[in-house]
């Protein structure tokens, strides 16, 4: 079933053409990773999604819903059905890290309380940081709260999850452990759009493989077809030199 | 009502009021001037000084950053005719606005002083710099940059504060209002005018300001937002 | 010098006393009541100032022009216009009146500035945050925002309330009962000046200087923690 389709998309930050001719498909349950040099829009992609950067022409639909980003209600609905992960984890800094991951859920979409506090808790302790729920995010490493990020994300039962760059702001030895918590996700069925650096795990996990450069997504393929068998050059040469 | 905004009956003592605005520029000038040469001295004894000598400096600052300067003026007016030394309106706003000035520049010069970290300081020494040379490269463009987009917000401050000339019959901007006031009773009229003036002022003030820093010390300062 | 001691005890009469602690209560209520009005009024241009919608743009040019203009002002003209204006428009007859609203008006101008760099200092990241998950400008403002900016525009905010006690001296120019205008009256009434002007200067230290303190104590415990 499909679950994103992007068409002919452009986007822009004042004149930098961030997003040149856009267009993708993902199915349900599809695990997809983004890669591509610096500045080739990767992160832009993702933002587009969830209406962070306003396409300039071209069409989005999420669960074959046609969205309108200027429109309030299809934004709520993007919204609703994706969540995001942000490199720079985003946590709320003057909120504990029970509350930065209840706090959306509750306030935002309306629910339960106590509900949304139990799923939080369940959330955080499958992240493995059950016993943190009252520190402060700036009293957590970096995985940690990269963690705690994917955890405030999932607990807003999102259809789509977007995982932008997440461990690029890690040291090497606080990676592992957030890759560890993505592969128990991808095991449990969810979608994800996946932006990264980290090859090996691309290789492991993905579906397919989307590769960008320049605002323009060059090839979408499978990563054996991507990373093994690359028909354009600038993947290839990108692939040789991460994979060195 | 009963009264109509008659700007026209005011336009003939523009150029009167215009030129209060020089004498305006004349007192902050030299107020400003004097004040961060004396705050400099101060902020010197207050970092280098011995014991009694900082503490002095500090109940000098400390004095005059909690009390007004209109009221400061006041005392250097009326009170000091007591002991026998009288100063006419424009030295006494001087010397009030001097006093004023130098303290609140030493603290600005200070923290100046204080920002310089000891790792550049470092740098400098082991390139062989000599001292003077690690003022002249290290330090002092340093400082420079630190101090200026405070000291340039003080003249400001200072510019607008020169309008309390006018309470002691100095004839700057807002005095020469006064006058005008006085003769033409079209007071919203005039002080409107005298209010635009001073607007304009700071705000070519805070241009200049602004390209001088960027320019020659490469400190940024906003216009506006 | 004996002027001073043979005055002494007629000056420190109960009338006098209560007469200048009186004054000193207004000084202060024009300084408090300015700071709470222009904390609240300051907060709300703030916010509607950092709006994006295109139909705000008129509203967010008012503001800007609002805040330019009141803070490139002398207070004294500020004082003088607002006054003229009320006396022209039979709007009111109380000095008291006239001078909160132009303390208010001068204080909501600084605050909201004090406010704004306090928004623009929480990283843009937490913007994003709250807007991938769907928070309102107005829920992102009171459940992120605000709380961070707190700690960045405490400081400054205070300090302009201590430095606005100051600036209320010049409220004694149109005629209201505050600290500088009681000196005035205590001259004009024939004591020494050194001795009236000297003790209002003492008086507006002590106004200023715990709160000065208080305000340094409270700095270092935002800092720590």
Same mark, same amino acid.
């Given at each position: 079933? *499909?679950?994103?389709?992007?068409? @002919? ?77 942000? *490199? ?30 139990? *799923? ?17 995010? &700036? @009293?957590?490493?970096?995985? *940690?709260?990269?963690?705690? /990020?994917? /955890?405030? /994300? ?31 996700? /991808? ?33 979408? &393929? ?5 990373? @093994? ?16 | ?17 215009? $030129? ?13 001037? $004097? ?10 004894? %207050? ?7 900082? %503490? ?35 030295? $006494? ?8 000035? $130098? ?32 003022? %002249? ?38 005095? %020469? ?49 | ?21 009186? +004054? ?6 024009? #300084? ?20 994006? #919608? ?52 001068? +204080? ?20 994003? +945050? ?38 209320? +001296? ?56």
């Amino acid at each position: 079933m *499909q679950q994103i389709k992007i068409s @002919e998309s452009h986007a822009y930050y004042g004149d930098l053409h961030v997003l040149n001719n856009v267009s993708l498909s993902i199915d349900k349950g599809e695990i997809i990773s983004i890669i591509g040099p610096s500045g080739s829009g990767k992160s832009s992609l993702l933002k587009l999604l969830v209406g962070l950067l306003l396409p300039k022409s071209g069409t989005i639909s999420i669960s074959n819903k046609i969205i309108d980003y200027t429109n309030k209600a299809h934004l709520n609905y993007a919204r609703n059905k994706t969540a995001i992960v942000f *490199q720079q984890y985003n946590l709320f800094e003057n909120m504990n890290v029970l509350k930065n991951v209840c706090i959306a859920p509750y306030k935002i979409q309306k629910r339960n309380k106590e509900e949304v506090e139990e *799923q939080a808790i369940k959330l955080l302790d499958k992240v493995g940081l059950k016993n943190k729920l009252n520190s402060y995010p &700036d @009293e957590l490493s970096g995985g *940690q709260q990269q963690r705690v /990020a994917i /955890a405030r /994300a999932l607990c807003l039962n999102p259809e789509i999850l977007l995982l932008d760059e997440i461990t690029s702001a890690l040291d090497p030895e606080l990676v592992k452990e957030v890759l560890d918590t993505i592969r128990v996700l /991808a095991s449990e069925g969810m979608t994800m759009l996946i932006v990264s650096h980290e090859m090996v795990f691309v290789k492991e996990l993905s579906n397919k493989v989307v590769f960008m450069d320049e605002g323009a997504i060059v090839d979408f &393929d499978t990563p054996q077809n991507i990373f @093994e068998s690359p028909k354009h050059f600038r993947i290839a040469d990108f692939v040789s030199k991460i994979l060195k | 009502m009963g009264y109509t905004l008659i700007y026209s009956q005011v336009t003939e003592y523009i150029p009167y009021l215009l $030129a209060g605005a020089w004498i305006s520029l004349q007192i902050v000038i030299l107020a400003f001037s $004097a004040g961060m040469f004396f705050g400099l001295i101060l902020a010197s004894i %207050r970092t280098f000084g011995n014991l009694t000598l900082r %503490r002095t400096v500090i109940f000098y600052v400390t004095f005059f950053t909690n009390t007004p300067q209109l009221v400061q003026i006041y005392f250097l007016f009326f009170a000091l005719p007591e002991i026998g030394i009288l100063l006419s309106p424009f030295v $006494a706003v001087l010397i009030g606005m001097t006093l004023n000035a $130098a303290a609140y520049m030493c603290e600005i010069q200070r923290a100046g002083f204080l920002s310089i970290r000891q790792n550049e300081l470092d740098a400098a020494r082991t390139m062989s710099f000599s001292i003077v040379q690690q003022v %002249r490269f290290v330090i002092l463009p340093h400082i420079m940059k630190v101090l200026f987009p405070p000291l340039s917000n003080h003249y400001i401050l200072m510019t607008l504060g020169t309008s309390m000339a006018a309470i002691f019959g100095v004839e700057e901007l807002t005095g %020469r209002a006064f006058n005008i006031n006085a003769e033409t009773f079209r007071s919203v009229e005039i002080f409107s005018i005298t209010a635009l003036v001073y607007i304009i002022i700071t705000f070519i003030a805070t241009l200049l300001l602004a390209i001088i820093g960027k320019y020659f010390f490469k400190a940024k300062i906003r216009i506006i937002q | 010098m004996d002027r001073l001691i043979q005055e002494l005890p007629s000056f420190l009469s109960i009338w006098n006393i209560i007469f200048l602690l009186k +004054a000193m209560g207004v000084t202060f209520l024009l #300084s408090l009541i300015g700071c709470l009005v222009g904390f609240s009024l300051g907060t709300l241009l703030a916010i509607f100032r950092k709006t994006k #919608s295109a139909l705000l743009i008129p509203l967010r040019i008012l503001i800007v022009i609002y805040t330019e203009i009141f803070r490139r002002i002398p207070f004294l003209v500020s004082l003088l216009l607002i006054f003229y204006i009320f006396q022209i428009g039979k709007i009111t007859d109380s000095l008291f009146i006239i001078a909160i609203v132009t303390v208010c008006l001068i +204080a909501t101008a600084f605050i909201s500035e004090i406010v704004r760099s306090g928004l623009e200092s929480v990283s843009q990241t937490q913007w994003d +945050a709250a807007k991938a998950m769907n928070f309102s400008y107005y829920e992102t403002l009171k459940e992120v925002i605000f709380p961070q900016a707190w700690k960045v525009i405490f400081p400054p905010a205070f300090s302009f309330f201590i430095l606005f006690i100051k600036d209320t +001296a010049l409220a004694s120019q149109i005629g209201v009962m505050e600290l500088t205008f009681a000196g005035k009256v205590l001259n004009n009434k024939g004591f020494s000046p050194i001795l009236v002007f000297g003790t209002v200067l003492i008086l507006y230290f002590i106004l200023s200087f715990p709160l000065d303190r208080f305000g340094k104590y409270m700095e270092r415990k935002y800092a720590t923690n």
